[in-house]
T-cell receptor, first 110, second 113 residues
């Protein structure tokens, strides 16, 4: 089955700096890659996604890149703010099943 | 549009009991997926239902089962509870078409004593 590796597991940045989280996947049949943000006591919230026919997508301070050949995708957050502090999960969809990475705990220090 | 709702939000059970969790998807969504989230294993896929049929199943024992009703609401059942079943159970809904976003509910926190 699909396997998704996510790095780093924890990340601390100063407010205003950029944060980058990287994921790799194993199954070339995976074709949709969402990123979720999970705050304490809440369910994961979709923040951005990318489909396999697209190499990059941007939404304000958040961007995602996909390299299908290398089977990796990354989340970039610019101008980080304290409210960006949360756990971020990458995922890969194969068929109708999402496989998640283990998560990255992002702390933005004011 | 209302989001995904899950009931109950918190549950305490003892070993050997069974539990039923409920999920109401976003209006118009026909697919409901269930996930188990634990600190050690992360988010793991349990199963997915579309139009009242189980379309995908993860690697969980038969004690974990589910069903979907004609209004797309779904229930998940865990029988003969074990301590290791303590987790946050999340459901997500989508239209069910390929490459479509899954939207998560707030989860049900289950504690097995």
């Amino acid at each position: 089955g699909e396997n998704v590796e996510q790095h780093p597991s924890t990340l601390s940045v100063q407010e205003g700096d950029s944060a980058v989280i990287k994921c790799t996947y194993s199954d070339s049949a995976s074709n949709y890659f969402p990123w979720y943000k999970q705050e304490l006591g809440k369910g994961p919230q979709l923040i951005i996604d990318i489909r396999s026919n697209v190499g990059e997508k941007k939404d304000q301070r958040i961007a995602v890149t996909l390299n299908k050949t290398a089977k990796h995708f990354s989340l970039h957050i610019t101008e980080t703010q304290p409210e960006d502090s949360a756990v971020y999960f990458c995922a890969a969809l194969r068929g109708y099943q999402l496989t998640f990475g283990k998560g990255t705990k992002l702390s933005v220090i004011p | 549009k209302a989001g995904v709702t899950q009931t109950p939000r918190y549950l305490i059970k003892t070993r050997g009991q069974q539990v039923t969790l409920s999920c109401s998807p976003i209006s118009g969504h026909r697919s409901v997926s269930w996930y188990q989230q634990t600190p050690g294993q992360g988010l793991q896929f349990l199963f997915e239902y579309f139009s009242e049929t189980q379309r995908n199943k993860g690697n969980f024992p038969g004690r974990f089962s589910g069903r979907q009703f004609s209004n797309s609401r779904s229930e998940m059942n865990v029988s003969t509870l074990e301590l290791g079943d303590s987790a946050l159970y999340l459901c997500a809904s989508s239209t069910g078409r390929s490459q479509e976003t899954q939207y998560f509910g707030p989860g049900t926190r289950l504690l097995v004593l």
